[in-house]
């Protein structure tokens, strides 16, 4: 049985902390791993800025509302789901991707947690495991499945590399040259061909 | 993170072949493992019958396509959806859910496979994995996912059990009675009670 898996932020959806820095008006809260790679420590840097301004999981949640899915996403979702089962592996939150996930008629997403308090404010996350994306390719290959992967970003490269087949989309000009070895496809018609290939 | 694991047949929609067995006027392939307990057996007869009444996979389909989820179940999967993961854990073929999966939204769905010739003719199954549902648990607990499961079934039972929580739905009367550890609820109503409390 064949499965494909795709990052969510930059495949199917704009990336949620700039989008939210952006609508927010706190340009500190672009900063990505980019900026910072200690995710721990980006994650307390956001998690403080978010209190300063007050900001508590419902107001994040609402901008978040606001945006929509990338041009195209919810009919390639769409497509790749009358073909075959389609698994969002994610490093967002569950409670910020909620919103799109709405507006994708609810994919399957694995994913991170927040964690708030009664009140929403935001006291600290929650990792579903270290490694998140790769490790699920290896229990969905432990199930027997036959997978297919894509993703834009470095932490998506594992997910891609343990999965049966795969390709980048739409990554970033330093990932297409330091990974040589993968397919970069920049359109959702390219990579829906490149499911129809794996599928066939 | 959590996720709630349904078994389809039963739960979501009429059992298939029972369905299929009425609308195409063919009684023997209301058959079931209840009166084969040889799976293999089973679906060697299955095939037989289908090749002896010239119906290949189309047909079965268009058949199929005519079926509706049960009274109920495409508003309960979606208020599932919208809380929480959902997969659906199934033992039927992945051809044959299809029309159904449509009308439930394509939740994500991990079952067996049909296998069958250019002309559509049926000739084989193959199973994802033996023990199928109870090895995708083990498989989502291996992703740090809290699990709770719902089925009707004697083969629901090791998911069920495998699961963080779990109970019986709409089960049989010898079900209830062997699994007496098993509480057993009879409504969408209070399965979602029973996901929310988990989920709480």
């Given at each position: ?76 979702a769409n ?25 994708l008629s609810y994919p ?93």
């Open positions: 049985m064949n499965m494909v898996c795709l990052d969510l932020e930059g495949v199917l959806v704009p990336e949620i902390w700039i989008e939210f820095s952006k609508a927010a008006g706190i340009p500190e809260l672009s900063r990505t791993t980019r900026d910072e790679p200690d995710y721990d420590k980006l994650m307390k840097f956001r998690i403080e800025i978010l209190k300063n301004n007050n900001l508590k999981l419902p107001d994040i949640q609402k901008v978040i509302s606001g945006m929509e899915p990338l041009p195209g996403a919810v009919e390639f497509s790749v789901r009358e073909k075959t089962q389609l698994v969002i592996l994610s490093d967002t939150f569950e409670q910020f991707a909620k919103p799109l996930m709405k507006k399957t997403l694995f994913c991170n947690s927040i964690i708030a308090d009664k009140d929403g404010t935001i006291i600290d996350y929650a990792l579903r495991q270290p490694d998140g994306k790769k490790e699920a390719i290896k229990a969905f290959k432990s199930m027997k499945m036959r997978i297919f992967a894509a993703g834009d970003s470095f932490n998506d490269l594992a997910m891609i590399r343990e999965a049966d087949a795969g390709c980048l989309f739409c990554a970033p000009e330093q990932i297409r040259k330091d990974c040589s070895d993968l397919t970069c496809v920049d359109t959702y018609k390219d990579l829906l061909a490149k499911i129809n290939t794996f599928l066939d």
